[in-house]
């Protein structure tokens, strides 16, 4: 059996209306558009890289270079998985716009700040909860 403090958490309704979430959802779904076109760029960069890598032939190839561009492979990498994750958060975010659960810290249950969810749209904090984390 699911306990009240579990049925409040689901039952929770975002402290916004109905136009505040639209203008919310505009604001991810702008974020989303820039994150997939870095995404798409940053996979460019990445098939790129790997068929460069093979091309190198025995007299152009140095162990510097190489160290380099595995290095840079490793950085483009590491900033393409971290996009995706932006990705899935906002679209999580868009999740609970259509749930009507938007805007209601994880944490405390209260209502996150307009200012904070213009800044970090994706975020389930609030400031207060955010800062008993750090």
Do not use: W
């Not at 990445?46 to 162990?63: P, T």
């Not at 996009?83 to 996150?112: H, S």
């Not at 389930?124 to 955010?130: D, G, N, R, V, Y």
Request: glycine fraction near 2%; include cysteine; charge should be positive.
């Amino acid at each position: 059996m699911a306990s009240s403090k579990d049925s409040k958490t689901k039952d929770r309704i975002s402290p916004y209306n109905d136009e505040e979430l639209e203008y919310f959802r505009e604001i991810i779904l702008k974020k989303r558009n820039e994150a997939e076109q870095e995404l798409n760029a940053l996979q460019s960069t990445l098939r790129e890289s790997m068929e460069n890598s093979s091309d190198e032939s025995a007299y152009s190839f140095h162990m510097a270079d190489a160290g380099t561009d595995a290095q840079e492979r490793e950085k483009t990498y590491m900033l393409f998985n971290r996009t995706k994750k932006f990705i899935r958060y906002l679209d999580d975010a868009l999740v609970r716009i259509d749930n009507k659960t938007y805007g209601v810290c994880k944490v405390t249950g209260k209502k996150i700040a307009k200012g904070r969810l213009e800044a970090v749209p994706h975020t389930q904090l609030s400031i207060e909860a955010k800062l008993k984390r750090r």
